[in-house]
């Protein structure tokens, strides 16, 4: 069985985290650096990862996240913010992210104008732009979970929080951003919940 395939299915949405165990500050980092070596969509990099340290506030994300005991009892709790004006076509960060690939003036118009064009066929008639994030966001988020599970760290993806609770509680620029998703990592504490998965055949099809 090849490592990722290990990961795989190390990987759960960890419930009972043992509270009494730390990452390690360079393993934390590594993961981390999972999340910012992600693919996105037109390379916009659409996260932003707030690392909720303080005990205290952790207490208050907690309430924020359905009382969840993952919030307090994972080493440690990620929110991942999506970026919302800064990838609006025409936006400085645009401009400035196409820029650093070091294209011709006229193929680097040529990408903003196609870039515009997708957000205004693509994104506005169906989602808008903090949906588009948010899902960019996800591939980071996932990322971060199964390189985590490669180095026997487990890790839980939430999505049960109040949206403007844990915005107005860690003070977030809401016309730059909005929480996509939160997760904690830490270490497993005695049996999980096993993985439950459907058959791949009842899942793909082939045309």
Known sequence: MSSF???MNFRHACKKFDPARQI?????QQILEFGRLSPSSFGMEHWHFVVVQTPALREKLREACWSQPQITESSH???ILAKTAAVEPGSEYVQRLFGRRG?????EQAYLARYAAHNDSEIKPYINTF???SKQCYLALANMMTGAASMGIDSCPIEGFSKSGVETLLGIDTSQYGVAVIVTFGYRAGEQIPKLRQPLADMVEYR
């Open 24 to 28: 390690p500050a360079d393993a934390f």
């Open 5 to 7: 395939m290990q990961a």
């Open 77 to 79: 709790a990620v929110v």
């Open 103 to 107: 294209l011709p003036a006229e193929a």
């Open 131 to 133: 949906a588009w994030s």
